[in-house]
């Protein structure tokens, strides 16, 4: 019924920088948090940026001042900058909506949370 597709991950040099997307698809009424997780091998999925249904951002410290999490709700889109990547951002990066479903007479669903595929993002000279 929801569909979430990431894009943008990839090979950078340290110092440089990725926009990642997620789009979600599907039967959607609306979507409040946004967010970006990452798992690097060996270790647990962390929170990097969260972006609330009213904008409002959350940014894990390692990130901060080099990542910035937007969205687009009319496109049901959200986008993180990275900007002065490091070796320790290398993951595989995934998204994570809180959404409600449309159902049948103009209901909603409760929220739930769904997330895309993964991305790699490998940082290396």
């Known amino acids: 019924q929801v569909q979430l597709v990431e894009s943008g991950g990839g090979l950078v040099q340290p110092g440089g920088s990725l926009r990642l997307s997620c789009e979600a698809s599907g039967s959607i009424f609306s979507i409040s948090a946004m967010a970006w997780y990452r798992q690097a091998p060996g270790k647990q999925r962390e929170l990097v940026a969260s972006i609330s249904g009213v904008s409002r951002t959350n940014y894990a410290d390692s990130v901060k001042g080099r990542f910035t999490i937007s969205r687009d709700n009319a496109k049901n889109t959200v986008y993180p900058q990275m900007n002065n990547l490091e070796h320790e951002d290398t993951a595989v990066y995934y998204c994570?909506?809180?959404?409600?479903?449309?159902?049948?007479?103009?209901?909603?669903?409760?929220?739930?949370?769904?997330w895309g595929q993964g991305t790699q993002v490998t940082v290396s000279s």
């Open positions: 994570n909506f809180n959404i409600r479903l449309e159902l049948a007479f103009g209901l909603a669903s409760n929220f739930k949370d769904y």
